[in-house]
């Protein structure tokens, strides 16, 4: 939506709406089941926000956000590529800009595998009752 709104104050036109639809849900679905996971495990309302602070935000600073992850040395290159959220911004940034710094289609299989890793992770967890109250 934020998106779609943008574009309404801009010339900027989408160069490939699909790609940027299916990244858009596969990251959404990623997150949204990294959150239920982080619930899970919160024992506290406040231990909630241990993960957006200590996890997500340096992997959105090393995932190529504000920076072309092709300018990193080897060592950390190869680093960023375990990174979920260089992926959903390589893909993001492709879909409205049409270039990126990895494949597009690569980088939607990755989406790809960790929603499925997350999602079975999520399943597993509920089906033993883990962090599920009486």
């Known amino acids: 939506i ?8 801009t010339h900027l036109r989408l160069q490939h709406p699909f790609v940027s639809l299916l990244v858009i849900l596969g990251s959404s679905l990623l997150f949204s089941t990294a959150g ?3 619930a899970v495990f919160a024992r506290k309302f406040d231990d ?6 200590f996890v997500l935000t340096p992997l959105t600073y090393l995932g190529g956000v504000f920076y072309s992850v092709s300018l990193l040395s080897p060592f950390w290159y190869h680093l960023s590529l375990g990174n979920p959220v260089l ?7 492709y879909g409205i800009l049409g270039t990126s710094d990895l494949h597009w289609g690569f980088g ?3 989406i790809i595998l960790f929603v499925v890793g997350s999602l079975g992770f999520a399943l597993y967890l509920l ?3 883990i962090g599920l109250r009486t």
């Open 2 to 9: 934020v998106t779609g709104i943008a574009l309404l104050f």
């Open 36 to 38: 239920f996971i982080n």
């Open 48 to 53: 909630i926000s241990i993960v957006p602070t």
């Open 87 to 93: 992926y959903m911004v390589s893909g993001f940034r």
């Open 108 to 110: 939607l299989s990755v």
């Open 127 to 129: 089906r033993k009752g």
